[in-house]
């Protein structure tokens, strides 16, 4: 099935939701209004929707090999990625000092969701890259940068995230891999790490590894990671490339999902470069401050990630519709055809579909809008403005990667579930969506790991600040919807319940969390799973009243109606889980935690 690019959802949140006229008007950014959005996301689209996106289902079949060290890309992959580096598209956010286009996150993001649609395995060597040049961008001194950030900007190498050891999992403070000070004020790197994506591939001519590890006399525990550039072939002062540094791929995993993408075991400090043994890296900012600018990418692939789960969605949204309007099974129940008709005039079809694209359309206003608050963040001169959009943009972070990433698994599982036993059957492609979403709730934190920064770090350490400032705009919203037509009254009724329902929970996490902190814990990932339930359908409130003023205009009448029908089916199907939610996080932490643990 053919991929279309969502564009015109994604211009409609742009202008009427994220306000992208009003990031045109940050200094730098004067040339990226709508007009701007409009061209850029146009253009994505036709390079995902036909080089992209025809290498998805063939690289889930045929995805690559590992031989000795050696990784070979699945076919077309390397010829696709020089496309991508001469349309300038891993670039298109990256500063113009480097080699970038300057655009913003808002349209950035947006671009990126189309990549990740046409070809998710593809896309996340691009996110990686990008990842890595914001963490040297923020930590890395004027020499690192000059000398690795330019040929990432461009595409001609590539970057990654080394965190995960064998023994270390997701608690970083048990990282191993040992950084020894040389002489020369470079440094040694030797030990193992797991899991790393795209550490090893023949699609670009150098690769760019991000490593955290601990000198000798390094505290134990978080405080004692260290970060390093390990480039996997050395950079000469003219910039030509060097020998074969100490690194090398001992295996690529064989997974359920993303299969095209490799996921290497990198070995470093085996003497099998020709450097000798131990890795060469150059330190990135201070000794033990790695975490820190760690963290720099982690939030960067977090927000992609949540990206991933919309886009997978998207696409196995799209495959499914197609699907249901062509298959012909079953007279309808209402008795309007007596011969069989298409699966998508029944209803409990088109009730899958619609909280398909209820949900879709929910996270991608929320993400849409993140993006613009990190624009404002990071760039808007007015210092105040600035630390509100920063703080609104960091409570946003574990909700679009958490809740677009779980909603990724229940939206391609229903994928499958319209095709019925043909979605079952692999060469429907049905089935690719639902593999492949199931890494996006685990990898870059698990959504525990999003729910616990979400109590500890985004509710309880400023007291509720950000969290009661946000349901405020939501009452204020409902105000207006109340004020409207009978659809909008309804509409604020639903909304309200969900925000009176967040800040009961709010209120709880606050009271409890020293108290009793297994009952707030035992609740973290409800509570993530309601506030962007709610803050999603908070945007999707939003968007009726423009598509109701613009329907009554006479404005593109078939997205409009479209738009208030979705919109309508989420506050009567989609909102309403968040009683439930409360429900399980108010009273329900006992029962986790009652059954003794050698009952289990």
């Not at 998805?56 to 076919?75: F, I, L, Y």
Request: hydrophobic share 45%.
């Amino acid at each position: 099935m053919s991929f279309r690019a969502p564009v015109k959802d994604q211009l409609f949140v742009l202008k009427e939701l994220a306000g992208i006229d009003q990031v045109a008007t940050i200094p730098g950014f004067e040339d990226a209004g709508f007009e701007t959005a409009q061209a850029v996301l146009e253009e994505s689209a036709k390079f995902n929707e036909g080089v992209v996106a025809p290498l998805n289902w063939s690289g889930d079949q045929d995805h690559g090999s590992w031989d000795n060290g050696v990784v070979r890309a699945s076919k077309g992959f390397k010829e696709a990625y020089a496309a991508l580096a001469e349309g300038g598209w891993q670039g298109l956010g990256q500063p113009a000092e480097y080699g970038g286009q300057g655009l913003p996150k808002s349209i950035g993001a947006a671009c990126v969701e189309h990549m990740m649609a046409a070809n998710l395995s593809f896309s996340l060597c691009a996110i990686l890259t990008g990842g890595a040049i914001e963490a040297l961008l923020t930590a890395g001194s004027d020499e690192l940068k000059t000398r690795y950030i330019p040929n990432m900007v461009s595409g001609k190498w590539t970057g990654t995230m080394n965190l995960t050891e064998p023994q270390a999992g997701s608690d970083l403070a048990l990282v191993r891999s040992k950084a020894v000070k040389q002489g020369d004020g470079t440094y040694r790197i030797s030990g193992q790490k797991i899991f790393i994506t795209y550490g090893e591939h023949d699609m670009v001519e150098n690769i760019v590894h991000l490593v955290l590890a601990r000198t000798p006399d390094a505290p134990e525990g978080v405080k004692g990671i260290s970060l390093f550039v390990v480039p996997k072939f050395m950079v000469n002062a003219d910039g030509s490339l060097g020998k074969r540094n100490d690194v090398y791929c001992a295996s690529i995993e064989e997974k359920l999902g993303i299969k095209a993408s490799p996921t290497a075991v990198l070995v470093y400090g085996d003497d099998k470069g020709e450097v000798g043994p131990g890795a060469i890296g150059y330190l990135v900012g201070e000794e033990n401050r790695g975490l820190e600018y760690m963290f720099i990418m982690m939030n960067a692939a977090r927000y992609d990630v949540g990206m991933q789960g919309i886009a997978v969605s998207e696409r196995a949204y799209q495959h499914a519709v197609n699907y249901a309007k062509d298959r012909v099974q079953s007279r309808p129940v209402d008795g309007s055809a007596k011969d069989s008709v298409a699966i998508i005039h029944h209803p409990d079809v088109k009730r899958m579909l619609m909280t398909m694209r209820a949900l879709i359309e929910g996270e991608r206003a929320m993400a849409l809008v993140g993006a613009a608050a990190y624009d404002n963040a990071h760039f808007n001169p007015n210092k105040d403005e600035a630390k509100k959009a920063q703080a609104f943009y960091e409570f946003l972070v574990p909700l679009i990667k958490g809740f677009s990433t779980e909603n990724s698994v229940e939206v391609t599982s229903l994928g499958v579930q319209v095709h019925g036993g043909m979605g079952f059957i692999e060469e429907t492609g049905a089935a690719q969506y639902y593999r492949d979403s199931r890494i996006l709730p685990i990898y870059e934190g698990t959504t525990a790991i999003q729910a616990n920064d979400l109590v500890g770090r985004k509710t309880v350490r400023d007291g509720g600040a950000v969290a009661k400032a946000v349901a405020a705009q939501i009452a204020d919203l409902e105000g207006q919807l109340a004020a409207r037509g009978d659809a909008c009254k309804k509409y604020a009724a639903q909304l309200k319940a969900g925000r009176e329902s967040f800040l009961q929970v709010v209120d709880f996490v606050l009271a409890n969390v020293k108290s009793n902190p297994n009952a707030v814990f035992a609740g973290s990932v409800p509570y993530l799973m309601l506030a962007a339930n709610l803050v999603s359908g908070w945007q999707m409130g939003r968007a009726l009243i423009v598509a109701e003023d613009k329907l009554a205009a006479g404005e593109d009448a078939d997205f409009m109606k479209a738009k208030i029908a979705t919109v309508r089916f989420y506050g009567d199907h989609i909102l309403p889980r968040i009683a439930s939610l409360r429900e399980e996080i108010l009273a329900g932490g006992d029962s986790v935690t009652a059954l003794p643990v050698e009952l289990f």
